[in-house]
């Protein structure tokens, strides 16, 4: 059964976009134009995640996002032309579950949608867990174990290689690795790639020889399945 979205932007733009989008990738989608058809529609069709922008007419997200936690849990992410961490931390504090900062890509939105439904069980959680000779990477636990023994890892450190992991041989530059595990806001630059594998090369060199990080000089990075 399709998942029901219920979109809450003034923008007619905007939200005709997310509308056409979502319906294209299989979601069934509500449109409300102000805060006080946002709680209305709410009420009448239990949607199983709200997109909620914070500047609307009648009644802000805020508000609106206050009403629609004094009787559901739903998965709430709020979209906003506003970047403050403030605005982002009254968000969360509210009770929204993520934050999108206008302008934004749709294959984000679409991301974000996705891992919150994870989240919250409404798609099939799959174990992200990965076991090599002497290398298990689990995602879910945030546990890098090498030769039986757990090696503290920071984050990125851990997703970049259960990314480069989850498909052996294949090659990817610093900018996909870039885009798809540093996220699509980040801006930052591509030598990052260069030091996080620098960092896991020292925690994992030498430990099998049936797999390892290797180098494609001039393109980027593979996670190597020797034999």
Request: charged share 30%.
């Amino acid at each position: 059964m399709a998942r029901k979205v219920l979109i809450v932007e003034d923008d007619n733009n905007i939200a005709e976009l997310l509308h056409l989008y979502l319906e294209k990738e299989g979601f069934e989608t509500q449109v409300a134009g102000d805060g006080p058809t946002g709680v209305e529609r709410f009420r009448a069709d239990t949607p199983d995640l709200v997109l909620l922008d914070i500047m609307l007419p009648g009644m802000d997200g805020w508000s609106v996002c206050r009403k629609i936690r004094e009787t559901s849990k739903v998965p709430i992410i709020m979209l906003t032309a506003k970047g403050e961490t403030e605005d982002k931390v009254n968000g969360l504090e509210m009770g929204a579950d993520d934050y999108i900062v206008k302008p934004f890509e749709m294959k984000e939105v679409l991301a974000r949608i996705h891992a919150v439904l994870r989240r919250f069980g409404e798609e099939e959680q799959t174990e992200r867990k990965l076991s090599f000779d002497k290398l298990v990477i689990n995602l879910d636990s945030y546990e890098l174990t090498v030769d039986g023994k757990r090696v503290d890892t920071p984050p990125k450190e851990l997703e970049l290689l259960y990314h480069l992991a989850s498909a052996p041989n294949r090659v990817f530059t610093r900018n996909q690795l870039l885009d798809e595990v540093w996220g699509f806001d980040y801006f930052g630059d591509s030598r990052t790639v260069d030091v996080h594998i620098k960092r896991l090369r020292e925690k994992l060199e030498g430990v099998s020889d049936q797999w390892s990080l290797k180098t494609v000089w001039g393109v980027g990075y593979k996670f190597e399945l020797n034999g």
